[in-house]
């Protein structure tokens, strides 16, 4: 059976850089199926997608956070990852992993989630 | 404010039917792009619900159905119960500025 489990960063201070990553399980990140991607949701708010990658190191962003976002991947450890950098309280969330459907553009497996703060 | 709008609560009886809308625009639903929903369960993650407009993940139960038209879609659910409780979100792909992948603010459907 597939599963995601993020990483826990916890606290992370105003203007440092947010760093994810997701460990895939029961299934290979080489897939030439799928790609792995980020999703976040602020408390008490609806839900975010932040980016998508390729077992290629191929990635996709979303417009609004490009620029503060990156995404690479280690096949050899098969996981993947997120780094989101000059973090305000607005990205306080809890961020999930997940398989993405490549050109379906749909979610179907998702990690349980990790809350991280920013604050000082 | 979301790309995609869904009323913010609906509600309904056990036994009953209730939908879901959500809307879009020409540059999302209305330019073909499918339409899917995720359900999510308190402290939980969203789970795939509706896939493809239509289709439904194993294991999903068929009271659960999707439909889309035009440039909005909706989400049935009939003989509610009481384990349906939970937030739903519709999701899409946008093609306005740059293309990205979109969801609804979400509706909290409430059994009574």
């Known amino acids: 059976q597939l599963q995601l489990q993020e990483s826990d960063p916890g606290l992370v201070k105003p203007s440092e850089t947010l760093s994810l990553t997701c460990t895939v399980s029961?299934?290979?990140?080489?897939?030439?199926?799928?790609?792995w991607g980020w999703i976040r949701q602020p408390p008490g708010k609806g839900l975010e997608w932040i980016a998508s990658l390729y077992y290629s190191g191929k990635t996709y962003y979303n417009p609004s956070l490009k620029s503060r976002v990156t995404m690479s991947v280690d096949t050899s450890k098969n996981h993947f990852s997120m780094n989101l950098t000059s973090v305000t309280a607005a990205d306080t969330a809890v961020y999930f992993c997940?398989?993405?459907?490549?050109?379906?553009?749909?979610?179907?497996?998702w990690g349980q989630g990790t809350l991280v703060t920013v604050s000082s | 404010q979301s790309v995609l709008t869904q009323p913010p609560s609906v509600s309904g009886a056990p036994g009953q039917r209730v939908t879901i809308s959500c809307t879009g625009t020409s540059s999302n639903i209305g330019a073909d792009y499918d339409v899917h929903w995720y359900q999510q369960l308190p402290g939980t993650a969203p789970k795939l619900l509706i896939y493809g407009n239509t289709d439904r993940p194993s294991g999903v139960p068929d009271r659960f159905s999707g439909s889309r038209s035009g440039t909005s879609a909706s989400l049935a659910i009939t003989g509610l119960q009481a384990e349906d409780e939970a937030i739903y979100y519709c999701q899409s792909y946008d093609t306005s500025l740059s293309a990205s992948k979109v969801f609804g603010g979400g509706t909290k459907l409430t059994v009574l």
């Open positions: 029961g299934d290979s990140i080489n897939s030439r199926s799928y790609y």
């Open positions: 997940a398989r993405d459907s490549l050109n379906q553009y749909f979610f179907d497996f």
